[in-house]
């Protein structure tokens, strides 16, 4: 049984930082992608940051510039560097896994910016 686990999420004023994490737990076979997804209240799920199994990422342009995603390919573990938080960056951030057969979610870490 895989199960993803995030966490780091919190409270943060505006300009903090926060690193969250998503851990994984069971055997995960041919990743092709590690996602951050976050849904805010009244709104849609959106992605936020990719890192391809090569290695390429992609951001939403929202997040460019401040949001680093990266990974620990030993651990099937993916990382969100969350710098300069904005109050608009509150919501729910979901971690999200892509194989070749299955794609997996977790259960998502509350992040929250006040102003």
């Known amino acids: 049984q895989v199960q993803l686990v995030e966490s780091g999420g919190g409270l943060v004023q505006a300009g903090g930082s926060l690193r969250l994490s998503c851990a994984t737990s069971?055997?995960?076979?041919?990743?092709?992608?590690m996602d951050w997804y976050r849904q805010a209240p009244g709104k849609q799920r959106e992605l936020v940051a990719r890192?391809?199994?090569?290695?390429?990422?992609y951001y939403a342009d929202s997040v460019k510039g401040r949001f680093t995603i990266s990974r620990d390919n030993a651990k099937n573990t993916v990382y969100l560097q969350m710098n300069s938080l904005k109050p608009d960056d509150t919501a729910v951030y979901y971690c999200?896994?892509?194989?070749?057969?299955?794609?997996?979610w977790g259960q998502g870490t509350q992040v929250t910016v006040s102003s």
């Open positions: 890192i391809w199994s090569g290695g390429s990422t």
């Open positions: 069971g055997s995960i076979f041919s990743i092709t992608a």
């Open positions: 999200h896994i892509s194989t070749l057969r299955y794609a997996y």
